[in-house]
């Protein structure tokens, strides 16, 4: 398979490369069609252990939001400290499938977040490597401009 050229990420297995950009990676349950984020090994519906990759697309709708307004405890790990700390967005996406992933928001603005509204997976900067290379995550963006 041909690699393409792409950023670092904290959170490799949960997103896929294609050639449209980024889409999140999830499973699937082959025997009852269960779907998982982060995928999963065995299926917590049907107790079956028989599960695929599955690309859960890069766009889906707002279904819950709030704002992280304090550094998160561990494992979070971003290189932040309370001092520096800057309040983010986070909510869960109803992705087409129907399955509901937790996700970073680039917005962290009640005013420009509203339930229901169209959101696109993007890449975030999230923390810097011990090299200085910088580490991505997943996140998701406002498919469109919040109405006037
Ligand atoms: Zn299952």
Redesign the pocket.
């Known amino acids: 398979m041909h690699s393409l050229e792409h950023p670092k990420l904290a959170c490799g297995h949960l997103v896929q490369f294609r050639s449209d950009g980024p889409s999140l990676l999830g499973s699937r349950?082959r025997?009852?069609?269960?779907l998982y984020f982060p995928a999963a090994r065995s299926?917590t519906?049907?107790?079956?252990n028989d599960l695929e990759a599955w690309p859960l697309g890069s766009e889906g709708l707002l279904w819950s939001w709030t704002i992280q307004g304090y550094l998160p405890k561990a494992p979070y790990d971003s290189g932040e400290t309370d001092a520096d700390f800057t309040p983010y967005g986070v909510g869960y996406v109803e992705m087409p499938s129907g399955i509901k992933v937790e996700s970073r928001l680039t917005v962290a603005d009640p005013a420009a977040l509203r339930i229901g509204m169209r959101m696109a997976l993007t890449l975030e900067p999230y923390r810097v490597a011990p090299d200085g290379e910088p580490i991505f995550t997943y996140a998701f963006a406002p498919a469109l401009p919040a109405a006037a």
């Open positions: 349950c025997r009852c069609d269960e299926c519906r049907c107790s079956g």
